[in-house]
């Protein structure tokens, strides 16, 4: 293999390699919606009894991956994103997991697979009368709780020019863990659905 040759395969593997783009920092708008959520009141009688709540919070998220993984057209990254939406009737979530990127050849879309476990904190005003499993329940006002979450979320990235993407995806999980460690008061646990866009920078 002579001088020229040499060089040649050089050049290549540094356009490479400044192709390769190990890391991806996004900024999403998030459409929580959360079900079952658990909320105490107490009846008529003055008895305490629980009753359920849906909410559908709007908020802003983000993140960041790294992609430790990188093979023709499949990437193996991990995943760190957050979410809020500040207030009563709101939530806070944070989570990190394992992302799988599919890049099919000839397709511009890049479709991803993330698996997440983490935080998540619920606002709810609650004030009011409900009817409930026990007859009519009158809450006790706002009820904040906070849960481990898991989520599996999927989407799709469409490249708008060479280090922006478009975003689109949703997921669904469900809060668990235990009450002494969490500080969740109640015995039920929300169900949690999302559907997020926005723009994702790729380095």
Do not use: C, W
């Amino acid at each position: 293999m002579n001088l020229r040759s040499l060089l040649t395969l050089a050049v290549l593997a540094s356009a490479s390699a400044a192709h390769a783009q190990i890391a991806e920092a996004y900024a999403t708008a998030n459409f929580t919606h959360l079900s079952n959520v658990q909320v105490a009141g107490f009846t008529s009688s003055g008895v305490t009894s629980d009753f359920y709540k849906s909410i559908t919070p709007v908020g802003i998220g983000g993140g960041i991956t790294y992609n430790f993984l990188q093979l023709p057209f499949v990437k193996l990254g991990l995943d760190a994103r957050g979410s809020t939406r500040p207030g009563i009737n709101g939530a806070d979530t944070a989570l990190g997991g394992i992302k799988l990127t599919v890049s099919p050849p000839r397709l511009k879309p890049k479709f991803f697979i993330e698996g997440a476990a983490g935080y998540l904190a619920t606002r709810v005003d609650s004030t009011g009368t409900y009817t409930a499993g026990t007859g009519s329940v009158t809450s006790i006002g706002q009820e904040n709780n906070k849960f481990a979450l898991y989520e599996i979320i999927g989407g799709v990235d469409y490249p708008l020019i060479h280090f922006i993407d478009f975003r689109v995806e949703a997921g669904g999980g469900s809060g668990f863990g235990f009450d002494s460690i969490f500080g969740n008061s109640l015995g039920g646990y929300p169900h949690v659905f999302t559907a997020n866009t926005g723009i994702v920078v790729h380095f």
